[in-house]
């Protein structure tokens, strides 16, 4: 099995793609130990020492180091060996009976139902490949006042680059195609 990693705009995040699907279908985020019991391999990923976060896409794996000591020298091998032993295994990346993460209540006006049937649709199409492509993710939260709530993901969570991200690149898009949104925000 060979194991390609990338680097992400997040020098904490690096993004590793095993060559086969991951989750089939929607997405999983474990920001601590706790939230990663119902996967396997983010457990096992959470084993390795210096481990922080992961984030789990179709087709790659984001994991997230602690500051500090140990680097990405000591901590990227044994991630790769937790990566490759799990595939190997055949164990399941989300046990029995738990989905992947649900969608988070949204809210918006129902007046707004066309504003926000467009920024949706600007997010699967312009927004969320491109973020993907740097091992994150970004999900439409609610629509309020002009202000779009969107919430990162990922290597996105926490990444330097992110409020250039929303500010620079999304909300000028979303400005550009629809002139009833002021601003972009990122909720946790």
Not at 67 to 83: D, H, R, T, Y
Not at 115 to 142: H, N, Q, S, Y
């Amino acid at each position: 099995m060979f194991i390609q990693t990338e680097a992400t705009p997040n020098p904490a995040t690096l993004k590793f793609l095993p060559g086969k699907v991951v989750l089939p279908e929607g997405t999983f985020e474990a920001r601590d130990e706790g939230a990663a019991a119902r996967s396997p391999l983010a457990r096992a990923l959470f084993g390795v020492e210096g481990v922080s976060g992961v984030y789990l896409g179709h087709d790659f794996i984001s994991v997230t180091k602690a500051e500090g000591e140990p680097g990405w020298p000591q901590v990227k091998p044994a991630v790769l060996g937790a990566i490759m032993e799990h595939f190997m295994s055949g164990a399941p990346v989300l046990e029995a009976g738990h989905a992947p993460e649900e969608a988070a209540e949204e809210f918006f006006d129902e007046a707004d139902a066309d504003t926000v049937a467009t920024i949706k649709d600007l997010l699967e199409t312009r927004v969320r490949p491109a973020v993907a492509g740097d091992g994150g993710d970004i999900t439409f939260r609610g629509f309020r006042d002009g202000v779009v709530f969107l919430e990162m993901k990922g290597a996105c969570s926490g990444c330097p680059s992110s409020t250039a991200t929303l500010r620079q690149g999304v909300q000028n898009l979303f400005r550009h195609f629809l002139p009833d949104v002021r601003e972009v925000q990122a909720v946790s």
